[in-house]
């Protein structure tokens, strides 16, 4: 489900909210009025101020320019207050995705240009002028600006809600990778953008796991799967310009394999690992939950990878399961490593039509076996041998032309 979705009645939907509280004051209105004037049936001279009493009219407006003051002096130390915290709290980037979201600007606009309206409308009225139009559009616009109101505040309460922000940072960095696919953009504007989304992702799964909302981190791990996804469908409609990246990119990374990022054309899928990798680093003793989950997408990608025949994508993630690996013996914590060995057999059984990744699996078993043993993990290595086992098993069922190698 979008997080985006969630909320009260009202703040489910930002326009389902304005329809129902404007339905509420029309019907509460019009109910008054009909009451009233049925009851008194006054002419239209009777029912304005206009050229008799222009005074009143200016009385009329006085509440409502205060009203319109007070709302917008509400609504800016509110936002001026909420944004910064909760960007400080999760990401920066939220104050620039606050900024440039068009329900926003259109409801500060409005709030502000009602309240400059109210003002001047006030002005123009004199001892024997009365602006009647423009006097209704002032007072039937406090009205739209009271109707838009309360919906507009559970929707920017909702917009503080992390799932809000990364659903929305996940949104951004699926257009990028849409824009590039349709070659209208300088390729590397737009990998520095994708970039940037994909660090501020982790950076929110980092906060969140520092604070222990796992919610929300498995959230985030999983929106760079579906970021990964997308890259997956519109990978073939690239330009060679998209895939090529240096140094600056990859800050530390010898140029030899910056070289081999770009042959292989897997600095997104690196990108994405590599937070995941951070993540999980992170998430070791604080987090276990968020520690499958990111073991799990590795498998979901490189499954998806197989079967999109993208074999280079496979070995990285057989890389990074390797490094996730190395993490959790390097700590001494067997849940980890039984966790990864767990995806990491499923991974194999998953690609049982590559005989090749299936054997470097294996042989990756083996060696972490050792490698347990020797950090002071039998229990471990005793896993990998019974995973090892049971690759075994599949293999030759599955009538794997390398069997024997595993056996």
Same mark, same amino acid.
């Given at each position: 489900?979008d997080p985006r ?18 339905g509420?004051?029309i019907?509460v209105?019009?109910a008054?009025a009909a ?6 049936r ?7 101020w206009a ?7 200016l ?6 320019a205060r009203a319109y003051?007070?709302v917008?002096a509400?609504? $800016?130390?509110c #936002?001026g207050? =909420?944004?910064?915290?909760? !960007?400080n709290?999760?990401t920066p980037k *939220?104050?620039?995705i606050?900024?440039?979201d068009r329900?926003?600007?259109v ?14 409308v ?5 001892p024997?002028f009365a602006?009647?139009?423009?006097w ?9 600006g009271?109707?838009?109101?309360i ?6 309460v909702r917009?503080l ?7 929305r ?5 699926n257009?990028?990778?849409?824009l590039a696919a349709?070659g209208?953009?300088?390729?590397e ?8 989304r ?6 929110l799964? $980092?906060k969140? #796991?520092?604070r =222990?909302?796992?919610g929300? !981190? ?5 929106? *760079?799967k579906?970021?990964?996804d997308r890259n ?7 330009s060679?310009?998209?895939?090529r990246?240096d140094n ?11 070289e ?5 054309r897997?600095w ?7 937070q995941?990798l951070l993540?999980y680093?992170h ?7 968020a520690i499958s989950?990111i073991s799990n997408?590795?498998r979901?990608?490189?499954?998806r990878?197989?079967r999109e025949?993208?074999n280079h ?32 057999r499923?991974?194999a059984k ?10 470097r699996?294996?042989?990756n078993?083996v060696t972490?076996?050792?490698v347990a043993?020797?950090?002071?993990c ?9 995973d ?5 098993a599949?293999a030759?069922?599955?009538k794997?032309?390398?069997a024997?190698?595993?056996l």
């Amino acid at each position: 489900m979008d997080p985006r979705s969630k909320g009260t009645l009202l703040g489910a939907s930002f326009p389902r909210g304005v329809m129902l509280i404007g339905g509420l004051f029309i019907i509460v209105f019009a109910a008054e009025a009909a009451f009233e004037i049925g009851m008194a049936r006054p002419t239209w001279e009777q029912l304005s101020w206009a050229g008799q009493n222009n005074a009143k009219l200016l009385d009329a407006l006085s509440p409502i320019a205060r009203a319109y003051n007070n709302v917008l002096a509400m609504l $800016l130390a509110c #936002i001026g207050l =909420a944004i910064p915290l909760t !960007a400080n709290m999760y990401t920066p980037k *939220l104050i620039e995705i606050f900024l440039r979201d068009r329900i926003n600007q259109v409801i500060l606009t409005v709030f502000a240009l009602g309240a400059a309206n109210s003002l001047f409308v006030m002005q123009l009225i004199g001892p024997d002028f009365a602006p009647v139009w423009t006097w209704r559009i002032t007072v039937w616009g406090s009205l739209v600006g009271w109707v838009l109101l309360i919906p507009y505040f559970f929707y920017v309460v909702r917009f503080l809600d992390p799932s809000t922000i990364i659903a929305r940072l996940q949104g951004d960095a699926n257009r990028l990778i849409e824009l590039a696919a349709e070659g209208k953009e300088d390729p590397e504007s737009l990998q520095d953008a994708l970039q940037q989304r994909i660090y501020q992702i982790g950076t929110l799964i $980092l906060k969140t #796991i520092d604070r =222990a909302d796992r919610g929300v !981190a498995l959230e985030g791990i999983w929106s *760079l799967k579906r970021v990964q996804d997308r890259n997956f469908e519109l990978k073939p409609k690239m330009s060679d310009a998209w895939f090529r990246v240096d140094n600056r990119d990859f800050v530390g990374m010898s140029h030899k394999a910056i070289e081999l990022i770009n042959e292989r054309r897997t600095w997104v899928e690196m990108q994405l690992l590599t937070q995941l990798l951070l993540s999980y680093q992170h998430a070791i003793a604080k987090a276990p939950d968020a520690i499958s989950a990111i073991s799990n997408v590795n498998r979901v990608v490189a499954t998806r990878a197989a079967r999109e025949g993208d074999n280079h994508v496979v070995v990285l993630c057989i890389r990074f399961f390797n490094s996730f690996l190395r993490e959790a013996l390097n700590r001494r914590d067997v849940r980890a490593a039984y966790d990864v060995l767990y995806q990491y057999r499923r991974l194999a059984k998953d690609l049982g039509d590559h005989p090749e990744a299936v054997c470097r699996i294996s042989g990756n078993f083996v060696t972490y076996a050792g490698v347990a043993v020797a950090a002071g993990c039998p229990f471990v290595g005793d896993v990998a041998c019974f995973d090892l086992f049971e690759l075994m098993a599949d293999a030759y069922e599955a009538k794997n032309p390398r069997a024997g190698e595993i056996l």
